[in-house]
């Protein structure tokens, strides 16, 4: 029960903050075409950022200011790279920001090293929020569950409730007839990006306290955003919080469980057999739970490549 | 044309000199061939058929591991193989595994078989650090090339020329294949798949073989590697491997045949050239790419291409003072960026925090290059500044004259169209056919 209840609310927590970063990414795909390998960078920036912040001032000012930098850094981004190799096609916008997301990884290690840096959480809400099982839960992972769920009110409102939202929505449906109207669309386009950008931004400023604020946070945590946007159905907002949610509990869960295949052949008197031939048959759960993420993903893209909630193949 | 006679002089230069090379050198151009041909493989995929794999590394990876099988089987003495042939458990594994894959991965296009590539790759990369049995687990797997026809596999010099054969006639039969009839079915499938498919054929089985055939070359160039290194883990599937081939090939250009080639080539005696002198290596090739993919989509190969292309028109005389402008402008900003990037470099490491704590928190000189520079003194880093903004204005300047006198030669009548480096067309317009 005490396994249950842990590994639920760290699940959740966790997807919430895949979520934040896999909002942008879902956004951007679902406008502009273009999945941006750079995005999980966006991440890792706003961590950094908001580690050097905090350090000259204080960590609500590297909270705040963070997101603003990287949307900053996203909006050139998108204004004088992504725009113009768009004439080139999607494949050359693609390898694009696969080109960045490889130097933004380079810069952060020529300016911070490459072990990871000591990115702290105030002391204030450095507390218990409430114990379970005779185990304190951490108030700051909560933190970070309340921020996710804050930001995705905020943008589920602004884009289903206001006149920019239908602007951005008739943007992303018919951009030609949206421009036609008077819209201006390159600039759409470009704070979407930007917004995007922030998103991730935020989420990398919030968790970058908690979890360690490292070189290779983007490419960890970049992969796993690619799953849950394509489980979740490229484009679409609400799969990616469903999708999020999924892989934050599959991923909690699995690290505590040790079952096997084999286990499961014990159940029909196999399991002697299946035991003694070892390989793939003997692993537990817990130490392939790596490969669970990827193996959805494959699933999904062969046989629903519109993923779970996504309207177009 | 020159072509066989350019090749010709290639392969005699890398089968005579490499004796006269120290042991580093040989090493690295051992690495050069296996890059090489891994590159080309891979451009079989992007190149041809238009399919962008993101998890190459998963083919490269699977044809060391079999290798390293065999080789472990030999060693114990079960069977006796001859070491030369030892590639081909590779090519085989490259080629089953890539069956396997490419029959999943090309029922997708565009960015969702990326996808599926990247999500292959990453199984491998989870799973193979777990598999005790069939990688070695961490620790990964390792095994010795047992002599065989008295020659002993045991110097560099030995395992170059294995490598050199292998690269060669590899890459031969790449290039023949994109010759046959079905090379040229792969063409049509990038350009329109429709009508390929309305002509009748099986696009999706035609996928399926190029997928796999790719993909046996990259388990041949692992087949290599692990022959050279006797040794293999499960960092070989890493994202990192495959990203490296995309780099080698887009900086290349996929459109030309042995873009890719020239790609890796200059990659990676570049890393092996400088490695020791600066930790900012991945730093410069990102650079590099980006500015490639902005400036040049057709890649460095692209460009030799349309300079050949044209070669009977160019006007020198005209085009030699803005080339010589742009070349030292480019310089200039070269130059300029390094010295930043290296001095940024020297003064964030840790080392230079431990001389700060030294100096009682003032900022002592730091040295770049074998010279000391004075951190605070405004010529350290306003020279480069002004280095890096002249060039880009003589670049800027040098590129209109360019683009201009290029103008002049492609409007010209009977010439068919292709574009300068700057303005060269994307893959999907631009026929190779020529």
Do not use: C
């Amino acid at each position: 029960m005490e396994f249950v209840v842990i590994s639920t609310l760290n699940g959740v927590i966790y997807g919430l903050l895949l979520f934040m970063v896999s909002a942008g990414l879902t956004l951007i795909f679902g406008m502009m075409g273009v999945l941006n390998f750079a995005h999980a960078s966006f991440y890792m920036l706003g961590a950094y950022v908001a580690y050097t912040l905090s350090g000259l001032f204080d960590f609500w000012v590297g909270l705040l200011v963070a997101p603003l930098v990287v949307a900053g850094v996203g909006i050139l981004v998108e204004r004088f790279m992504l725009r113009r190799v768009h004439a080139f096609g999607h494949a050359h916008e693609l390898l694009l920001t696969f080109g960045l997301a490889l130097i933004f990884e380079e810069l952060i290690k020529l300016f911070y090293g490459d072990f990871p840096v000591n990115y702290q959480m105030p002391e204030a809400l450095r507390f218990a929020a409430f114990t379970v099982f005779d185990t304190d839960y951490p108030f700051y992972r909560l933190f970070i569950g309340v921020v996710a769920v804050i930001m995705f009110a905020v943008l589920f409102v602004l884009l289903a409730r206001t006149r920019i939202g239908i602007v951005v929505r008739a943007a992303e449906r018919l951009p030609k007839m949206a421009e036609s109207l008077g819209h201006n669309i390159p600039l759409v386009f470009m704070g979407v990006f930007g917004v995007g950008a922030a998103l991730a931004g935020l989420a990398g400023a919030v968790a970058g306290a908690y979890f360690p604020t490292n070189p290779n946070m983007a490419l960890e945590l970049g992969v796993i955003v690619f799953v849950v946007v394509v489980v979740g159905g490229l484009g679409s907002l609400k799969g990616s919080l469903v999708a999020s949610l999924m892989i934050g509990l599959f991923s909690s869960f699995s690290i505590g469980l040790d079952w096997s295949l084999a286990g499961l052949f014990d159940l029909v008197g196999l399991g002697a057999w299946a035991h003694s031939l070892g390989g793939l048959m003997t692993m537990t759960v817990s130490s392939i739970s790596g490969t669970i993420p990827f193996l959805l993903m494959l699933i999904v893209l062969l046989v629903r490549p519109a993923g779970l909630m996504g309207d177009r193949n | 044309m020159r072509t066989p006679l350019i090749i010709a002089a290639v392969l005699v230069a890398l089968a005579a000199v490499p004796p006269f090379l120290g042991l580093g050198l040989q090493n690295a151009l051992v690495n050069v061939l296996i890059a090489s041909l891994f590159a080309l493989a891979f451009n079989l995929l992007i190149g041809q058929a238009g399919l962008l794999s993101f998890g190459h590394a998963a083919y490269f990876g699977v044809g060391a591991f079999a290798t390293l099988h065999l080789m472990r089987i030999i060693e114990d003495g079960v069977i006796d193989f001859p070491t030369p042939l030892l590639p081909l458990a590779g090519a085989v594994a490259g080629l089953v595994v890539g069956a396997i894959a490419g029959f999943f991965a090309t029922m997708r296009s565009g960015v969702y078989f990326a996808l599926v590539t990247l999500a292959i790759a990453e199984l491998f990369h989870a799973l193979a650090p777990r598999w005790q049995g069939l990688f070695g687990g961490e620790a990964g797997l390792s095994s010795m090339r047992m002599p065989w026809g008295g020659i002993t596999f045991g110097s560099t010099l030995q395992v170059y020329y294995l490598t050199l054969g292998w690269v060669a006639i590899s890459i031969w039969v790449l290039w023949a294949y994109t010759r046959t009839p079905f090379g040229r079915l792969t063409l049509a499938l990038r350009d329109n798949e429709q009508r390929v498919r309305f002509l009748g054929y099986n696009a999706h089985a035609t996928k399926v073989i190029v997928f796999a055939v790719s993909a046996m070359f990259s388990g041949i160039a692992g087949a290599l590697q692990a022959t050279s290194n006797e040794v293999a883990n499960y960092s070989l599937f890493s994202s990192h491997v495959s990203a490296q081939v995309v780099l080698y090939t887009f900086v290349g250009g996929s459109i030309v045949f042995f873009g890719p080639l020239l790609g890796a080539a200059i990659f990676t005696l570049f890393a092996y050239l400088i490695s020791d002198l600066t930790r900012s290596w991945l730093l410069y090739q990102g650079l590099i790419f980006v500015l490639v993919m902005l400036y040049a989509p057709a890649g460095i190969g692209g460009i030799v291409q349309t300079h050949a292309r044209h070669w009977q028109r160019l006007d020198w005389s005209r085009l030699a003072g803005p080339y010589a402008l742009g070349g030292l402008g480019g310089g200039l900003v070269a130059a300029a960026v390094v010295f930043l990037t290296e001095s940024l470099g020297v003064l964030f490491d840790e080392a230079y925090a431990v001389a700060r704590r030294g100096a009682g928190g003032g900022y002592p000189p730091f040295e770049a290059f074998g010279i000391p520079w004075d951190p605070l003194s405004p010529v350290t880093w306003g020279v480069p500044l002004a280095l890096f903004v002249v060039g880009l204005v003589l670049l800027l300047r040098a590129r209109r004259a360019i683009a201009e006198r290029w103008d002049a030669v492609r409007s010209a009548p009977a010439v068919p169209a292709a574009g300068p480096g700057p303005d060269a067309r994307t893959a999907s317009t631009q026929q190779i056919a020529g």
